[in-house]
C-alpha cells in the first residue's frame, strides 16, 4: 500500500510539471506548503554564551528554537525553493541572536565580496526584517553576506532609507555545502515597547543570485498584497529587555548658539570641560524630542526618539 500510494504521488508530480511547470528539481513540490504569518516562540540564553565568529558551534545555539520551510518568492511566487535556509534565535538580556544556515547545492556559483557597508546587495545575501511595534509602520531591514558584510536599511510604507547605519555585529563562514552566519543585535539598537513581553513581526530573506536572482523568504509573501508587513511571521518570547533611545547625529552648517536647548529650554551651558559627562546623563534621561548643541565650532543636531 506504501508502494502504490508513492507512485501516485510521483505520478501526481509529473501531471502537475506538464500542466504547470511548477515542479522543482530539489523535493516534491507537490507536496509543498508555505508558512503563513508563522509563529516562533524564543527561549533566553546565558549572557555571554555566543561568540560571533560565524560558526554556531556554541551549545545556546543547541537549543534555540529554528525557523525553516522558506519559500520562493522571486522568481517564482510562493514555489518550493532550489536551496533550504535554517534560522536559529535565541537572546539574552542584552542581544537578540540569529543563526543563518545558507545551504546550497552550487558553492562555486556563491557571489561575495568584501566591500563597504551596504554595498553587498548584489551578492548573496541574508537576515531579519523586524518590526518590533507591530504597527506595520516602520521596520529594520538587517543583512549580511557570507563574508559578514553589512547592510541595513529602514523599511517604512514610502519606502526604504539606505542611509540608516544600526549597531549590530555579525560573522559568516563558508563550508563546501553551506554558508553560515551570526548575527547579535543589541536591544539598545532597537526602539520598541516598554513593557515586559513582547510580540514583534518578523521577516526572514534570503537572495541567492545565480543565473536568475532567486529571493526566499520564511513566511509567504503575496505579489496580490501590497501590506508587506502584514504577511510577516510573529516573534514571541522576548521578556524584561530595554530598547534604546534611536540616537541619531546630524552635522549641520548653521550656527547654533552655545547651549543645549530642550524643549525651548536651556539645560546646560556650551562647550566646557565636563560637557561629556554631563551630555550623557542628559541623553539617558531624554525620551523622545530634540536636543541641539554646537562643541568647539561644530554644529551636531542630536534627535532622540
Not at 86 to 115: A, H, R
Not at 209 to 214: F, Y
Request: charged fraction near 25%; aromatic fraction near 12%.
Amino acid at each position: 500500500m506504501v508502494k502504490i500510494f508513492a507512485q501516485v504521488l510521483v505520478l501526481s508530480a509529473i501531471i502537475s510539471h506538464i500542466l504547470f511547470g511548477q515542479i522543482k528539481t530539489t523535493g516534491d513540490s507537490s507536496l509543498f506548503v508555505p508558512n503563513i504569518n508563522p509563529v516562533i516562540n524564543i527561549s533566553h540564553c546565558a549572557g555571554n554564551s555566543i561568540i560571533i565568529d560565524g560558526k554556531l558551534n556554541e551549545d545556546a545555539w543547541k537549543n534555540a528554537v529554528k525557523a525553516e520551510n522558506f519559500v520562493e518568492i522571486e522568481p517564482g511566487d510562493n514555489i518550493k525553493p532550489p536551496v533550504e535556509t535554517e534560522v536559529l534565535i535565541t537572546f539574552d538580556n542584552d542581544n537578540l541572536y540569529f543563526g543563518f544556515i545558507c545551504y546550497d547545492s552550487e558553492m562555486n556559483k556563491l557571489v561575495s565580496n568584501y566591500c563597504d557597508r551596504d554595498k553587498m546587495f548584489n551578492d548573496d545575501w541574508v537576515g531579519p526584517i523586524i518590526d518590533p511595534f507591530g504597527d506595520n509602520k516602520k521596520a529594520y531591514e538587517i543583512f549580511v553576506n557570507p563574508y559578514g558584510i553589512q547592510g541595513d536599511l529602514i523599511w517604512t510604507k514610502q519606502g526604504e532609507n539606505s542611509s540608516y547605519d544600526m549597531i549590530f555585529y555579525s560573522e559568516a563562514k563558508i563550508y563546501k555545502d553551506k554558508w553560515t552566519a551570526e548575527i547579535a543585535i543589541p536591544f539598545k539598537s532597537l526602539s520598541f515597547p516598554d513593557k515586559d513581553n513582547h510580540d514583534w513581526k518578523l521577516h526572514f530573506i534570503r537572495t541567492r543570485p545565480r543565473e536568475t536572482r532567486t529571493q526566499m523568504s520564511w513566511a509567504k509573501i503575496s505579489r496580490d498584497n501590497p501590506a508587506f508587513l502584514t504577511q510577516a511571521g510573529i516573534l514571541k518570547g522576548i521578556k524584561k529587555v530595554k530598547g534604546g533611545k534611536n540616537l541619531e547625529i546630524l552635522i549641520l552648517t548653521g550656527v547654533i548658539p552655545d547651549m543645549i536647548t530642550y524643549l525651548g529650554n536651556t539645560v546646560m551651558g556650551g562647550a566646557h570641560k565636563g560637557m561629556h559627562a554631563q551630555f550623557n546623563h542628559l541623553v539617558e534621561n531624554l525620551n523622545d524630542r530634540a536636543v541641539f548643541f554646537k562643541p568647539d565650532g561644530l554644529c551636531p543636531g542630536l534627535f532622540i526618539g
